[in-house]
């Protein structure tokens, strides 16, 4: 048998083509949702541009809460980087197992064996709470998968390109700072300050720009 017949199925001559279809799939509904956005009639075209930034505001800003709530060095640290990385395998299946994390916690909740004994009446109150927000929690899942992640998308990959201009950029700038506690001064770097959390960067690249822009459109723009 040739070397060439023992090459995996999905990878020739260095090209994973599983990835590639995997990527044009998620560019291919990123398209069609912006089609459907701006082609919507009766809509201004700045309240459908701040949809779109408040979607993109919303998924930064959340992954970035997330980030600094969870343990350094931990399995979920490296799933909240898989968030933003613009590998669509990776970006996409990741928030399936977050949604997925979220919703067995409320099944935790929902189990009939109990700790310490409570009223008949307030059980049966919070399963039918749980239940209601388990539902809605897999209605919202669906339309992440299918909505939000691939309107999020490109700004993703804007992230992730700038987070890596500064990984691959030769040079670097200083900053030294004088503080009244600190008898001598502070020098710091501003690459390391980028790179020393890369998925808190990416998440303030795309985040913030875009959420401000989006409170800036919601309440400014009717003005103008």
Same mark, same amino acid.
């Given at each position: ?21 995997? /990527?044009? %799939? +998620?560019?291919?509904?990123? $398209?069609?949702?912006?089609? #459907?956005? &701006? *082609? ?9 541009? /701040?949809? %779109? +930034?408040?979607?993109?505001? $919303?998924?930064?800003?959340? #992954?970035? &809460? *997330? ?22 395998? #990776? ?134």
């Amino acid at each position: 048998m040739s070397e060439g017949a023992t090459q995996d199925a999905g990878t020739t001559k260095g090209i994973n083509w599983r990835l590639v279809a995997l /990527t044009a %799939v +998620l560019l291919a509904f990123t $398209a069609a949702e912006y089609w #459907l956005i &701006f *082609i919507w009639e009766g809509t201004a075209l700045q309240k459908k541009v /701040t949809v %779109v +930034l408040a979607i993109i505001g $919303a998924y930064g800003i959340a #992954l970035g &809460f *997330i980030r600094k709530n969870v343990p350094e060095n931990s399995l979920a640290e490296e799933l909240v980087g898989d968030l933003t990385s613009p590998n669509p395998a #990776l970006c996409w299946g990741t928030n399936f197992i977050f949604l997925g994390m979220i919703t067995s916690m409320l099944s935790v909740g929902l189990s009939t064996r109990k700790a310490t004994p409570q009223p008949a009446a307030l059980m049966f109150l919070s399963s039918i709470v749980l239940i209601a927000m388990a539902l809605g929690l897999v209605a919202y899942a669906i339309f992440h998968a299918l909505v939000v992640v691939p309107i999020a998308y490109p700004a993703i990959l804007v992230a992730a390109s700038v987070v890596n201009a500064f990984e691959t950029a030769a040079g670097d700038s200083l900053i030294t700072v004088t503080s009244q506690k600190q008898a001598a001064p502070v020098t710091f770097s501003l690459k390391a300050v980028a790179l020393k959390d890369k998925v808190a960067t990416a998440s303030f690249v795309m985040g913030l720009p875009a959420a401000v822009l989006a409170l800036f459109g919601a309440v400014f723009a009717p003005f103008l």
